[in-house]
Every structure is written in C-alpha cells, then in structure tokens.
C-alpha cells in the first residue's frame, strides 16, 4: 500500500509540474501564410470599393486556399429589386473588377495556383431585395458555378432558391458590357 501512495504521489507531482510549466510559456501565435496578408489586402480593397460605388453590404467571404490562391470569394447583399440584366451586369463587373484587381497585385502572383488569376476564381455571389409579388420574376440571388451562372427567386415557404434563368459563362459575356451601367447602380455613388 505504502508503494502505490508514493506512486500516485509522484505521477501526481509529474503532472502538476507538467501542467505548472505550461502555465508560463508563451501562449501560441498562429500566424497565417504569406498569401493571407496579400489576400486580405486585395479583399480589404475590393469590398470598400464596392460598397462605395454600389452601396452592397459584404455578408459573407472566403476562397480556395489550401497551398496556394485558388479561388477568393465574397457574398454581397443589395437592397435594390434587380432584373435578370442587371444582376448580370453587376455579377460581371464584380468578377472582372475582383480579377484585375488580383492580377495587378504583383507580390501575390507567386502565390496563384494559376496567373493570370481566372474569372473562374473570383467567386461572387449577390442577394438582392425580395420583391412581395410572387408572380414578378425579379432576381434575388445570383451565382456563378460550374461555368454557368444561377439568377434565382427564393421559394417562401421552404426557404430555398428556384432558378429563374440558368446560363453559360459564355452566355452572359456575350450580353454583357461594362460601360451599359443600369440606371439602378448609376445613381449610387
């Protein structure tokens, strides 16, 4: 008996001095890779100057990062009620504006799985306002994947999206140009 009370006297005085020893060191530091700190320049950047030209409100962001820059994404909300044409052109201009913004940016560039940054990796998504008629076909969220992009309405009652439109990438370059601002994002700045 005497030997297992020295025993679990010293196992315990192990611990104590174990856990004690901890007790003073330095607590850990996470520091993030290198192209974090450019990351979050680039996003820093991108979301100030978006909500200062079109007035969104960032909800959301993130990205494809696990060695290297694959993707950057960000969900935006706007409180305008959009059409399909404008939530087009306001998607595509985000990605294109998102796209440039990393390419120009040189010291991120070692860090891109793929220079030039592809359109494929500016993953922007944006709600917009809910239109209380059920029956208008207005866009309340919008989505780039697969090379396709969604424009959908939100299903009330199951709080799940319908598509209103679904078209290629392809597609919606083709109507797509930058200098025909809608008159809805015209008068934000």
Known sequence: MNSF????????????????????????????????????????????????????????????????????GFRFGCDKQVTISEARWLLLTLKQRLVEKVNLHEKIRPFLA??????????????????????????EFVHEGRNKVFYCQQKREVWQYDDLLVESYQDALKTYDVADKPVIFKNVM
């Not at 001095?17 to 450019?38: G, W």
């Not at 220079?115 to 866009?139: C, E, H, T």
């Open 114 to 139: 793929e220079y030039p940054f592809p359109p494929s990796g500016a993953d922007i998504s944006i709600s917009f306002q809910a239109n209380a008629d059920r029956n208008a076909k207005n866009v």
């Open 5 to 72: 009370i020295r025993k679990t006297v010293k196992l315990t005085l192990f611990f104590l001095c174990l856990f004690m020893n901890n007790l003073y060191s330095e607590p850990y530091k996470y520091t993030p890779p290198e192209y974090m700190v450019y990351v979050d320049e680039i996003s820093i950047n991108f979301v100030n100057e978006v909500k200062k030209e079109f007035n969104l409100t960032l909800e959301a962001s993130g990205g494809r990062m696990p060695n290297n820059v694959e993707a950057i």
